[in-house]
């Protein structure tokens, strides 16, 4: 999930991409806040935003699940040295989310803190760079699907390497749109952090 909490003198108080640890069922969050947004997704789910104001010392929110079915994503990695123990995580993102949890202060403003959603699926990714991947239809998605902003990234997770931002071969923008179908196989390369200038929509 992502949250954003007001702060009573001004202000507001940002985490993007937080995971629940292995095995835990809540996450307790401690802070002086009087209104608490967030964009919370799990497997196989729909997506959820809470907006609720706080006005008592302890406020419990419940996730509740709606079904949400996957789409089929092939793509392959160019110009990187594929390991045996190789693999590709997903990432969803929209400056949308920022805007309505009040996360960027100038509306011109197209960059966020990170990734709203981290790892909402991962695959192995084989040597010669092929990977197939279930990612969430987000599509089908009644948030997601009804912000523009809406976008995907794949970051390559190797044991031995820092993880590696990826962008297709055709686009200068590792961010690719959400969609119900994508072509039989995509080809990525690795981000130049040197020529990017960071996560833009």
Request: hydrophobic share 35%.
């Amino acid at each position: 999930m992502t949250y954003a909490m007001h702060i009573p003198s001004g202000g507001s108080n940002s985490h993007f991409g937080m995971s629940m640890p292995s095995g835990d069922s809540f996450f307790e969050i401690r802070a002086a806040t009087d209104r608490f947004k967030a964009l919370v997704w799990a497997p196989g789910c729909e997506m959820k935003m809470f907006d609720v104001p706080i006005d008592k010392a302890d406020t419990e929110l419940e996730f509740v699940c709606d079904s949400l079915k996957t789409v089929t994503f092939f793509g392959r990695v160019k110009s990187v040295n594929i390991g045996e123990s190789t693999t590709i995580s997903a990432n969803y993102t929209a400056f949308g989310t920022c805007a309505r949890m009040g996360t960027s202060k100038e509306s011109n403003t197209h960059s966020c803190g990170g990734p709203q959603i981290v790892g909402i699926a991962t695959a192995r990714v084989a040597t010669d760079g092929s990977f197939k991947i279930e990612l969430p239809d987000f599509s089908a998605d009644p948030i997601a699907s009804g912000d523009p902003t809406a976008e995907m990234e794949f970051r390559l997770d190797p044991s031995t390497l820092p993880t590696r931002l990826l962008r297709p071969e055709s686009s200068s923008s590792p961010q690719f749109a959400v969609a119900p179908s994508y072509p039989l196989e995509l080809s990525f390369v690795p981000v130049e952090w040197q020529s990017f200038p960071g996560n833009a929509h």
